[in-house]
């Protein structure tokens, strides 16, 4: 398949790719392109399953369709078997002012049983991109950005007549980035996916409450109380369980991403830059059987791709044969299937017309998401209308397919003259559910546990069938019934059944009934899973509770690696001085395990200083290369901890014979940055230990000699820059790295003396800075002007620099300007709006009136590339070359030389939410500026340009703010001339493809 579409795109290339292809509307272009567009008709329901192909075994059968259902992207099915759907009927559009939403809930309903719903009822309507329901006390939660909703139908008519509002804050920014897919967990608390728009969340009742943030994130909220918490994932669409409470997202190219590390547990340390919380576990990567083919407009997209040489004409992005839409990923937890389908994850590829399927394997502290169907693919279907976009377990043990069956599923990075050509709204009027149904399959009649007593629902929790398993244990907690306590307990006891005991502790503790006792049995049990969520729930009880924590101490080396994991985590709720020992014993078994050291490090938050003792006490573990991550992670917290005592341990520890020369460099400068982010420096921490001070003299004189060393290797000589800053600015230090300004010196090594200048205080460090301004690259000279801005004093200097003329002002960015013109110092605030505010605007229109020249002169692409280069490359990646920091400009949307102009000499005109430039003070006054990489429970971490990081921990954060302005400094113009400018265009406009529309489109007319 994938020779086929490359040699077919090849051929078309030639007709709707070629560079400089006449815009839509001009002569020569638009015939030919619109009548390859033209629409496809959809199938209707007979010939459209005779194009769908299964797994052998296996079928599709239609339970409902258009008009009964439309736009279907989520679903449940409550105690009783009726599908609650939400329909996303406005997709891929906002509504225009003034009008209502047109997404709803629709209820279906199955009264004979025969495995088809007859009955269709709109519950709730005017919802806007309704994409998320969970079942609670006979009613509905919905999610449908911005608000999320309880729906209920008090008098029986099948209409939600009680609607309460109960949190609202989510983002409408993007139709594909909304909250979605509210999912019941053991811990009897609902959790979504806060998707790509996050959003700041409040009670909708009370406006006036601070909200939280779940940017990046994605969130839980308990029913009965009202808490509402971020948590842990922030992928796009998807969010399933499986049998043991394991949590599983996806993302449009990633169809398995596990979430690994719990929020609660990272917040418990706030010294621990965790910038990473979830782990892509897709293994042997995410190759696509298809059998459709590509769509017109497609085609066209991945044409000039080919000729733009953006992209090679064999690259899976242009031939289309990977994961690119992956959505609704679904653990299959039925017992309709075989046994070998249990615990597959489903996840549906809409833009592909499959769906996928992946066997799950433990792999330590997490998984790995193997393929499971060789050279095809559980469900994949020849119509182009065909989106299988979630999955539903259903209470007859099948999973049910929401198929969106639209002409059009994406409204992003289509090319606008193909935009004008197609109508995206093409199936809003269309929907399909399906069963996948098993050979012999009959439909079972619909399940009426509203009506179960407490016992049967007590025995429910043995049926083999994740969705009875699930539905009695929120009934038995909505219920609260104390007589279950008797019947839980003996389940707990004697259940052959594992996941029942399971079910049983979980339910126990819902009713508040769970006891000590209870807790001491499952920490013994022989299931690893119940032992796993047994630590969870022992958690409260550790440090009263001998037997609970010799339990604990005990399953610290059980032979279980996610039990160990979990015992990583709950020893930080214990007082006794052996769980540090048990936490350094499951440290350096998996310390190569990224997610092991992160579970044990968020458990030493205290007791960082004589973890490390511990660590360093065991030669063996030592002369291991695997220990070094470890042990500087650990440094990296006594650091940032701060405390002079543990600072001295900790170097005396590391001066231990045992413990190799390059190692105690190591650990040395870890602790000094530790403890440099916190404003202190490590030779005054340790002063008062003589055997600590004596160590690190020893270790700045070999870095002394190190970083002057012309013939030492450049790692070697980074590392002694590095470690020089963790001591004092002297005259010595000074003479050192001035040199290492020095253009000579290899661009590396420059950007580590300016890092290393950049944390001290010391009035010496600006002239220092300045002095070499000059001759600093672009990268180089960022570093130092960020290093500049960091302090108030050396602001000072910085300013009268731009006065004086060594630094025009057209060479900061925009945010830098801002944060000057806004600054706390009233003194500092007044210089800067005298020197950088007042005619800004109006030089950026003499700028641009000036260049207007450059338009008329003739560019050339090959001299454009090198101007490029030099000039954009650190922040805008081009095709393959260049860093993604901000927009690629291959695939700028920008149609004409006057509007690419314009975006560069005014690059503040317009800019997009993921590339607004932040500004982040901290508690010691320095700032940072870039745009947000990475957010977790504990740090932020900005990029800049060459892709630079920065991970500041939320505890040292004083503000944080959104500049509006973009990473691109404006004045370009100071440094490329017309011709420059010209050539530039000549570049982009000769190698770009058309981007296209924007998300988050407000709906055109004639809807």
Request: hydrophobic share 40%; charged share 25%; glycine share 10%.
């Amino acid at each position: 398949m994938k020779a086929s579409l490359t040699a077919m795109l090849l051929v078309l290339t030639a007709t709707f790719g070629a560079p400089g292809q006449p815009a839509s509307g001009e002569e020569g272009a638009l015939p030919p392109l619109k009548e390859f567009l033209k629409p496809v008709p959809p199938m209707e329901r007979a010939e459209a399953m005779k194009t769908i192909h299964t797994l052998s075994g296996f079928h599709l059968e239609l339970t409902a369709c258009e008009p009964m259902v439309t736009d279907p992207i989520a679903g449940c099915f409550d105690e009783d078997g009726r599908l609650y759907i939400g329909e996303m009927n406005d997709y891929p559009y906002q509504p225009k002012a003034g009008e209502p939403p047109l997404g709803k809930v629709r209820l279906l309903e199955d009264a004979d049983g025969d495995g088809k719903f007859e009955k269709s009822t709109i519950f709730a309507g005017h919802l806007l991109w309704p994409s998320g329901i969970a079942p609670w006390k006979g009613g509905v939660f919905v999610a449908a950005a911005p608000d999320l909703w309880y729906l209920k139908d008090t008098d029986g008519d099948r209409i939600a007549d009680e609607k309460k509002k109960i949190y609202t804050g989510f983002g409408t920014g993007d139709e594909q980035g909304a909250a979605n897919n509210l999912i019941w967990g053991l811990d009897h608390k609902i959790y979504g996916s806060g998707s790509k728009n996050g959003g700041t969340i409040r009670p909708a009742d009370r406006p006036e409450a601070d909200g939280l943030s779940i940017q990046g994130q994605d969130f839980r909220f308990d029913p009965v109380t009202g808490q509402f918490e971020a948590q842990s994932g922030g992928e796009q669409f998807g969010n399933t369980f499986d049998d043991w409470g394991n949590r599983f997202i996806c993302d449009q190219s990633k169809p398995a991403v596990h979430v690994v590390l719990p929020q609660h547990y990272l917040a418990r340390n706030p010294n621990l830059p965790v910038a990473r919380t979830i782990k892509d576990i897709a293994e042997g990567g995410t190759g696509i059987f298809r059998i459709s083919p590509l769509e017109a407009w497609r085609v066209v997209r991945s044409s000039r791709r080919i000729a733009t040489n953006y992209l090679p004409p064999a690259s899976a992005a242009v031939s289309h044969d990977v994961v690119t839409s992956g959505a609704g990923v679904t653990v299959y937890r039925g017992a309709a299937y075989p046994k070998e389908f249990q615990g597959n994850l489903f996840t549906g590829c809409s833009v592909t017309h499959v769906v996928h399927r992946r066997k799950l394997l433990p792999d330590g502290a997490t998984f790995k998401a193997v393929r499971a169907d060789q050279n095809t693919e559980f469900v994949r279907s020849t119509d182009i209308w065909f989106r299988p976009v979630n999955l539903v377990s259903a209470p007859d043990g099948t999973l049910y397919i929401l198929d969106m069956y639209r002409e059009y599923i994406e409204s992003v990075h289509l090319p606008l003259d193909v935009v004008q050509l197609i109508d995206l709204k093409s199936g809003r009027d269309r929907g399909r559910i399906y069963r996948i149904a098993p050979v012999g399959f009959q439909p079972s009649p619909p399940p009426r546990l509203s009506k179960a007593g407490t016992e049967e629902l007590v025995a429910q929790l043995e049926n083999p069938d994740g969705w009875w398993r699930d539905t009695a244990h929120r009934l038995l907690y909505e219920r609260k019934d104390p007589s279950a306590a008797a019947a839980l307990r003996r389940l707990l006891g004697a259940s052959s059944f594992p996941p029942a005991r399971l079910h049983a502790l979980w339910s126990l503790h819902g009713l508040g009934a769970l006891s000590e006792r209870d807790i001491a049995a499952a920490l013994s049990d022989p299931s690893p899973g119940v032992r796993e969520h047994a630590l969870r729930l022992a958690e409260p009880l550790l440090n009263r509770s001998k037997e609970l924590l010799e339990k604990t101490l005990a399953l610290a080396g059980d032979p279980e690696a996610r039990v160990e994991f979990q015992a990583a985590f709950t020893l930080g709720e214990a007082k006794d001085p052996r769980a540090l020992n048990s936490l350094a014993r499951i440290a350096k078994r998996h310390a190569p395990d990224f997610w092991m050291r992160a579970a044990v490090l968020s458990s030493v938050a205290e007791t960082a200083a004589p973890f490390l003792r511990e660590l360093l006490a065991d030669p063996d573990f030592l002369g291991s290369g695997a220990s070094i991550p470890l042990l500087e992670e650990t440094a990296l917290l006594i650091g940032l901890r701060g405390r002079p005592r543990e600072l001295e341990a900790a170097l005396a520890g590391a001066a231990s014979p045992a413990c190799p020369e390059e190692l105690q460099r190591r650990l040395a400068i870890r602790l000094g940055e530790g403890l440099r982010q916190g404003g202190g420096g490590l030779q005054e921490a340790v002063g008062s230990s003589p055997a600590a001070s004596k160590k690190l003299g020893s270790l700045l004189d070999w870095a002394r000699q190190a970083a002057s060393s012309e013939a030492a290797v450049l790692e070697d000589r980074q590392q002694a820059v590095r470690l020089l800053a963790c001591g004092p600015f002297d005259e010595g230090v000074k003479k050192i790295l001035a040199a290492l300004l020095s253009p000579q010196q290899p661009q590396a090594l420059q950007l580590t003396a300016v890092r290393a200048l950049g944390g001290w205080k010391e009035a010496g460090i600006a002239p220092l800075l300045l002095e070499s301004f000059a001759g600093f690259s672009p990268p180089v000279r960022e570093q130092a002007v960020e290093a500049l801005l960091a302090r108030e004093e050396s602001t000072r200097i910085f300013l009268e620099a731009v006065e004086k003329g060594p630094i025009p002002p057209s060479q900061l960015k925009a945010s830098w300007k801002a944060a000057l013109l806004d600054h706390r110092t009233p003194e500092i605030q007044a210089k800067a709006r005298n020197l950088l505010g007042g005619p800004i605007p109006g030089q950026r229109r003499e700028a641009m009136a000036r260049y207007q020249a450059a338009l008329a002169l003739p560019g050339e692409a090959g001299r454009g590339e090198k101007v490029y280069e030099q000039h954009c490359s650190a922040c805008h990646p081009f095709g393959q070359k260049g860093y993604a920091v901000g927009p690629n400009l291959a695939v700028t949307k920008n149609r004409t030389p006057e509007a690419l102009l314009a975006a560069i000499l005014d690059p503040n005109q317009e800019v997009q939410a993921p590339y607004i430039d932040y500004l982040v003070i901290d508690r010691q006054g320095r700032v940072f500026t870039g745009l947000i990489a990475e957010e977790t429970v504990t740090s932020v971490t900005l990029k800049r340009a060459n892709d630079e990081r920065s991970t500041i921990l939320r505890k040292n954060i004083l503000q944080i703010t959104a500049t509006g302005m973009s990473l691109m400094p404006e004045g370009l113009e100071e440094k490329i001339n017309f011709q420059d400018l010209a050539d530039l265009i000549a570049f982009i406009l000769g190698n770009r493809y058309d981007l296209g529309t924007d998300p988050g489109a407000v709906e055109p007319e004639g809807r």
